[in-house]
């Protein structure tokens, strides 16, 4: 039985998957799903975020040990979950059966402009200023998602999260510069998808190319999906990894 790990990204918990567990589970429906908390956020929001990626991927290392969950693991990270991913691949590579990383970018390979698009400053800018829950969720989605209509559901549910466990701002901080400062290996650290989507609003898509260019492996990109790949389609990524885990064994 396989055992993966889903690290969500910036200030984002493991309800933010949403129902993308079980659509990964329709496509492996003999794998274990273990989504795990980074420091400062979701059931860890007491914690103070590390100040560097390998100390997250130290952090998720430990709590896996702590409960039992023994390696190798399939690492799923999305944007800085990715990063958590790629480093703990670079410091244990025994731990570590294969990696995807969605919507992701490295400042090894690409430059500012495209890591965080110039023309979502204003959005992030509007996003801290915003003094609703609801107001803030709705601009999030419309930045992360490229879904033609925004979803009150989902809206809803992501405001109810930040209710319930909100994300101090020194955290948010923390985990921003370490994700800034975070630079990958020049070689892949283990077999490796990379995914993203077309009408990526945040993150230019060209950032998960030049990883795929630099580490010679495979790339994936939705032509209509945003940033949030598992929120605009979740089975299309599902089908993918399959595909490819196919491919490679």
């Known amino acids: 039985m396989s055992t993966w790990i889903l690290l969500r990204g910036l200030t984002r918990e493991k309800r933010h998957w949403g129902h993308f567990p079980q659509q990964v589970l329709a496509e492996f429906p003999d794998a274990q799903m273990l989504a795990l908390e980074l420091p400062g956020n979701g059931e860890l929001n007491a914690l103070a975020s590390p100040m560097t990626i390998p100390r997250m991927a130290s952090f998720?290392?430990?709590?896996?040990?702590r409960i039992g969950a023994a390696p190798p693991y399939l690492l799923l990270g999305m944007s800085m979950g990715a990063m958590v991913a790629t480093a703990w691949a670079e410091g244990h590579p025994g731990d570590i059966a294969a990696c995807v990383l969605i919507s992701t970018s490295l400042g090894s390979f690409s430059p500012l402009h495209h890591r965080l698009r110039p023309r979502a400053w204003p959005a992030l800018l509007e996003i801290l200023l915003d003094r609703t829950v609801e107001g803030r969720e709705r601009l999030i989605f419309d930045l992360t998602s490229a879904l033609p209509r925004a979803d009150p559901q989902v809206i809803a549910e992501w405001a109810a999260i930040r209710r319930s466990r909100p994300v101090r701002l020194r955290n948010a901080i923390r985990q921003l510069l370490a994700a800034a400062r975070y630079r990958a290996p020049l070689?892949?650290?283990a077999a490796t998808l990379v995914l993203a989507g077309a009408e990526d609003r945040l993150v230019d898509t060209r950032c998960?190319?030049?990883i795929a260019r630099r580490w010679h492996c495979h790339?994936?990109?939705h032509p209509e999906a945003g940033h949030d790949l598992p929120l605009d389609d979740g089975p299309w990524v599902a089908g993918e990894i399959r595909k490819w885990l196919t491919t490679s064994s």
């Open 219 to 221: 790339l994936a990109v």
């Open 208 to 210: 998960s190319m030049d």
């Open 187 to 189: 070689r892949a650290p």
């Open 60 to 65: 998720c290392r430990e709590e896996l040990a």
